[in-house]
């Protein structure tokens, strides 16, 4: 049986950094791309970032330059370090193991809060 | 960026009857497509990827159309259980975006 589980998150003030994980297994996971999607509370879903099983990363245009995306294969996790993050950022963040340009597996999400 | 614009936003249908969601793209999706459910609290399930490919486990009554810009995710008789919001999603050069999600409710 697949499963994600996210953790890391948590309340953090405007200008601070937070490191999420996400802990597969069920799967190989070093043969599949992951990704990280957030949803804002009572809106709708985002993709934040991607990486796949070569190690390239993509991320979408709102977190560029803020959010570094990683995984170490050797303990099945996949990561999403979080820095001068703002009030828009606060989310449920998701992980998803990627699958024919969809994610067909989802983790429960962590949840990440950011206010003063 | 493509931007994925899904009509109606709220969809309000009986138990039985056919549901039909749409999702434009503001240009062409050359990648993948795909549809999700995601009902209070839980997270997103994949139903059809690949535009028409039901994933595992989801029932016939799901199926998905489209190319080029327009797709459709038609249920073809509505189920108490599929009452829920409904995503779409497109990745061209492994940049993916979401539709910001049709509502079914029931009537």
């Known amino acids: 049986e697949v499963q994600l589980l996210g953790s890391g998150g948590g309340l953090v003030q405007p200008g601070g950094s937070l490191r999420l994980s996400c802990a597969a297994s069920g799967f190989t996971f070093s043969s599949y791309a992951m990704s990280w999607v957030r949803q804002a509370p009572g809106k709708g879903l985002e993709w934040v970032s991607g990486?796949?099983?070569?190690?390239?990363?993509y991320y979408a245009d709102s977190v560029e330059g803020r959010f570094t995306i990683s995984r170490d294969n050797s303990k099945n996790t996949l990561y999403l370090q979080m820095n001068s993050l703002r009030a828009e950022d606060t989310a449920k963040y998701y992980c998803?193991?990627?699958?024919?340009?969809?994610?067909?597996?989802w983790g429960q999400g962590t949840l990440v809060t950011v206010s003063s | 960026e493509i931007v994925l614009t899904q009509s109606p936003a709220t969809l309000s249908l009986s138990p039985g009857e056919r549901a039909t969601l749409s999702c434009r793209a503001s240009?062409?999706?050359?990648?993948?497509f795909a549809w999700y459910q995601q009902k209070s609290g839980q997270a997103p399930r994949l139903l059809i990827y690949d535009t028409s490919t039901r994933a595992t486990g989801i029932p016939a009554r799901f199926s998905g159309s489209g190319s080029g810009t327009d797709f459709t995710l038609t249920i073809s008789s509505l189920e108490p259980e599929d009452f829920a919001v409904y995503y779409c999603?497109?990745?061209?050069?492994?940049?993916?975006?979401f539709g910001q999600g049709t509502r079914l409710e029931i009537k």
């Open positions: 990486i796949r099983d070569s190690g390239s990363t």
């Open positions: 998803a193991k990627g699958e024919l340009g969809a994610f067909d597996q």
């Open positions: 999603q497109q990745r061209s050069n492994w940049l993916y975006t």
């Open positions: 240009r062409s999706v050359s990648g993948y």
